[in-house]
């Protein structure tokens, strides 16, 4: 059993556009982070509603890319909606998990792809394989803030 922390949130308008950092986000079931590009009508066509509603991604995975890879990379260019500390996001895939009063359930793994190298202008595909993140579907919304405990629930 694990414990850790919601570090930072990010959101993004539309795809493409800079991810910006946020005191709080609204998550809503069903659907995604209020105000995020993985939230709006336009998804909901294109199949994302389940795998993409929102994504994490660890923060020692960050310190690894520079580390271990000398590649300096802030979490926000990632494009990942939450940054996490102490939580072994890979084993939240088919689970329920908790942060703070919302209730979430990892989808799949959320390999890095070439418009993420292309548009950060760094090599992080290989590094970033099997540990760029999860995606979660939003089964019980509610406010998410940076702090919030996240702790895996019982199925």
């Not at 910006?20 to 993985?38: K, S």
């Not at 389940?50 to 960050?62: D, G, P």
């Not at 919302?102 to 959320?110: C, F, N, P, S, Y």
């Amino acid at each position: 059993m694990f414990s850790g922390t919601l570090v930072a949130i990010y959101t993004a308008p539309a795809s493409g556009e800079p991810m910006l950092e946020l005191p709080h986000a609204q998550a809503t079931a069903g659907y995604g982070l209020v105000g995020d590009r993985f939230a709006a009508d336009a998804n909901h066509s294109r199949g994302y509603t389940k795998v993409r509603q929102v994504t994490l991604i660890e923060e020692e995975t960050v310190a690894a890319l520079e580390r271990d890879h000398e590649l300096e990379v802030k979490p926000v260019l990632l494009r990942r909606n939450l940054l996490t500390r102490g939580v072994p996001l890979n084993h939240l895939i088919g689970r329920r998990f908790r942060i703070g009063a919302v209730v979430l359930r990892g989808t799949e793994l959320a390999e890095p792809c070439q418009y993420l190298a292309d548009l950060i202008q760094l090599p992080v595909l290989k590094p970033l394989l099997h540990r760029g993140g999860i995606r979660a579907e939003i089964v019980e919304g509610g406010e998410l803030r940076p702090g919030d405990e996240i702790t895996p629930l019982e199925d």
